[in-house]
């Protein structure tokens, strides 16, 4: 038995590092997975390979930047398995520029994938944790949440705010049973 047996998580940015990684250990885990990345190839590739395997995946090709895409993956991941109580946000991207030469339109991206997308998931799961009786949201942040890196700003800055969201909604939706991914790893 895993850990994670009879739980359903949607997980951003999947079809790659991070983000593959914790797709294929939820499914070892024994969860159920939707996730989502604009790498419709890599993502379709994935998600053949861990069916063929057996585990029950879905994967939507979304982009994070794109606030409706975000939304409609979480729903989808729902629509699917008819519940959903776990979400990882872990899509991102990094731009190596300093606050003088990164430009608006980059700052807006950088926002937009590394930090809106992340509310409009959570926004669209809550209340889908909520019918199933509590859930957990995980933000993937980064030691550059607390650690400056040179030429990174937008990417540190997105990286704190992530961490910052992550811990409000964890406060802000306690008493809706929304916590800490310790509760379905029983650690």
């Given at each position: 038995?895993?850990?994670?047996?009879?739980?359903?998580?949607?997980?951003?940015?999947?079809?790659?590092?991070?983000?593959?990684?914790?797709?294929?250990?939820?499914?070892?885990?024994?969860?159920?997975?939707?996730?989502?990345?604009?790498?419709?190839?890599?993502?379709?590739?994935?998600?053949?390979?861990?069916?063929?395997?057996?585990?029950?995946?879905?994967?939507?090709?979304?982009?994070?930047?794109?606030?409706?895409?975000?939304?409609?993956?979480?729903?989808?991941?729902?629509?699917?398995?008819?519940?959903?109580?776990?979400?990882?946000?872990?899509?991102?991207?990094?731009?190596?520029?300093?606050?003088?030469?990164?430009?608006?339109?980059?700052?807006?991206?950088?926002?937009?994938?590394?930090?809106?997308?992340?509310?409009?998931?959570?926004?669209?799961?809550?209340?889908?944790?909520?019918?199933?009786?509590?859930?957990?949201?995980?933000?993937?942040?980064?030691?550059?949440?607390?650690?400056?890196?040179?030429?990174?700003?937008?990417?540190?800055?997105?990286?704190?705010?992530?961490?910052?969201?992550?811990?409000?909604?964890?406060?802000?939706?306690a008493a809706d049973g929304i916590g800490s991914l310790?509760?379905?790893?029983?650690?």
């Open positions: 038995m895993g850990r994670l047996d009879g739980k359903v998580a949607a997980i951003t940015g999947g079809a790659s590092g991070i983000g593959e990684a914790t797709v294929r250990r939820f499914i070892e885990e024994g969860a159920k997975v939707a996730f989502a990345d604009r790498d419709r190839e890599r993502g379709e590739q994935i998600a053949a390979e861990l069916e063929a395997a057996g585990a029950d995946a879905l994967f939507v090709q979304a982009d994070m930047q794109h606030a409706a895409e975000a939304t409609a993956f979480i729903q989808q991941a729902e629509a699917h398995f008819g519940v959903l109580h776990i979400l990882v946000n872990n899509a991102g991207i990094r731009m190596y520029q300093n606050v003088v030469d990164a430009s608006e339109e980059s700052w807006d991206t950088m926002l937009a994938v590394n930090l809106k997308a992340y509310a409009m998931c959570a926004k669209a799961a809550i209340p889908a944790m909520v019918r199933a009786g509590g859930g957990s949201i995980v933000g993937t942040a980064s030691i550059r949440s607390i650690r400056a890196g040179s030429n990174t700003v937008q990417y540190d800055t997105t990286k704190a705010a992530v961490a910052g969201l992550t811990r409000s909604m964890a406060r802000d939706h310790r509760r379905f790893l029983r650690i």
